[in-house]
Every structure is written in structure tokens, then in C-alpha cells.
């Protein structure tokens, strides 16, 4: 594809608001940046133009763009699936910083459908950054993608990865929320010479995660891994998270002030999710200091109607 042609596309269909979502205009850019790799670079800028003022206008673009980029995800070449990564990474911690929990969503989602190319951005953040931080969960979410790398040089650096910070937890030197991240990473790996060093910081942490991690990497029958926002098709987390961001738009002006989106789950809203303002659903509670028994992937004991990780689990372990 031609530089003439990219500008041929239909870039101002990326500013849509009304209706459904666009998908044949998505399908569009997604089918161009794999015939033109370098089309990424443009894509990103239109995401970056976004982020000048986000949330200024009501827009979709910021969700649109990692759309495309998962959508033309497996039809691109190894360099540009980890310059896209890099890419997503950074913007995820952006929006750590911002407490944007919609935009992590999809950022991660959308990182995770690159595969293993992006594994060497999330570890560099991961061994730079050992505190928490609110990005952590969805970035070490984002090392069970070595259970399917190819790369044994790659698949090492992950253990080595999860291996050092389990034995920080085993320290105390990790959050026990997060302490269970390389454990399942480990487990879905099936490294069982890490079972050992997972059972010591299971006796530290008494934490529900690692003990379903450890009983997972033993071959237990009865418990799983929880299922990734990348390892759903893009059509299924999409319209989840726009749903969540018109709601957002549509209740903002009752709620002035606000940097960005911080809204419950649109799956829990109805079927019309921006029928009731979202101060409405909105929920600030007291971060819960739950016990044990609380796992990451279980309802908040505060009673927001989140899970666990995507509440107080990360309030706390930000105190």
C-alpha cells in the first residue's frame, strides 16, 4: 500500500459516536496495516492526538486503534507485532497512571493478541518497576502469553522473571495479590521444578491464587486458569469497553472534574449501558483489606461488583 493510498482511508470514520460500532471500518485499517505494516506509525499518531486532551471530545479512537492493531494482529511480521507492543506497554502504564481501568482493558487485551513479540517490553517495565503499580496485574497477566512462545531463550527469561520475584514474596518483598502472578504464569508453563519455591510462598502468603496455581501445576483436575481478555475475540471485549466509555461520556457532566473513565463493568449495567448516568453505578468504597480467602478473580467483599484485582485488591496494595 502506498502512502496515497493509506490517505485514501476512511480516517475520519475513526471519530464515529453514534451507533454501532464500525466494524467494517475497522476491518478496513485492519486489513491495510497488514498489507502495510508501516501504516502502525499513523495509527498511533491518531491515538496520540487522542491523548493531547483524552476525553475532551467524546471519541472511540483510543479504543479504535488498538482494535485494529489486534484485529490485524496475526497477519503481521514479528518486528512490527513487538514495535506495536512496546507501543501498548508504555500506553498501559500511562494509563496506570491515570486510574484509566477502561483503557487498561483494552490496551491489554489488545497487547495480549500480538502473542509472545511483546513479552520483552512487559518483562523490562516489570524488572524496572518492582513496586505496585496500577498497571501490574494486566502487565504480569500479559507473561502467560510464554506459555505458548516458541522462543526457548524468551520462555527462560520468563521463569527467570517469575522465579526472582517469587522468591520476593517469599521475602515479603511482594504484594501477596500479586505474588500469585508468576506463580500462575509458572503453572500455565508447566515448570513443575518451581512447585517447591511456589509452596514456600504459599505458606507466607496463604494466598488463594497461588494455592489454585500450585494445585493447577500439579495436575489437579479441579481448578483452572481464569480466561484472558486477549484469549476472547476482539468483537466479545470491545463493545464491553465502549459500552462503559459512552456511559462514562453520557454521565461526565454531572460529574465535572473527572480525568477519565472509572466505570464498573458494562456487562453489569443492563442492556442499555448508557441508559442511567454513570454517577449513578459509580462506586467509591473504602479499600477492603480482605482477607485471604478473598482471590483475585472473586467479587469485592466491598460489594462494588468488581472483581477482587480490579478493586480494593489494587487500592490496597497501593497503600
Known sequence: MSSQAATQLPWDALKHTEGDIPWH??????????????????????????????????????????????????RLDEATRRAIGQFLVDEMICAGDRDD????????AAAGSLGAPVLPAVLDWIGRRPRYHAASLPLWSLTELAEHCDAPALREQ???CCQHNLERAELGKMDP???????????????????????????????????????FLEG?????????????????????NCKGLRAWYEG??????????????AEDWGEEAGSTPLSEHRVQPEPIHAPRAV?????????????????????GAAE
Open 252 to 265: 461526565r457532566d454531572e460529574d465535572e472534574g473527572d480525568s477519565g473513565p472509572d466505570y464498573e463493568e
Open 101 to 108: 481501568e477502561g483503557m487498561l482493558e483494552v490496551l491489554e
Open 158 to 160: 520468563v521463569v527467570r
Open 25 to 74: 471500518v475497522l476491518n478496513q485499517f485492519a486489513d491495510a496495516l497488514a498489507a502495510h505494516p508501516p501504516l502502525w506509525e499513523e495509527l498511533r499518531e491518531v491515538y496520540d492526538k487522542f491523548m493531547e486532551d483524552p476525553y475532551e471530545v467524546a471519541s472511540y479512537e483510543c479504543y479504535y486503534v488498538p482494535a485494529i492493531f489486534a484485529l490485524a494482529a496475526p
Open 177 to 215: 495479590i500479586l505474588a500469585s502472578c508468576p506463580a500462575w504464569t509458572l503453572a500455565r508453563m508447566g515448570r513443575g521444578e518451581c512447585g517447591p519455591l511456589i509452596q514456600r510462598v504459599l505458606r507466607k502468603t496463604h494466598d488463594p491464587d497461588t494455592k489454585e496455581a500450585l494445585l
Open 220 to 240: 489437579n483436575p479441579d481448578y483452572e486458569p481464569g480466561e484472558n481478555a486477549w484469549e476472547e475475540p476482539v468483537t466479545d471485549w470491545l463493545p464491553v
Open 295 to 315: 482471590g483475585r478473580n472473586d467479587p469485592c467483599p466491598c460489594g462494588s461488583g468488581k472483581k477482587f484485582k480490579k478493586c480494593c485488591a489494587k487500592k
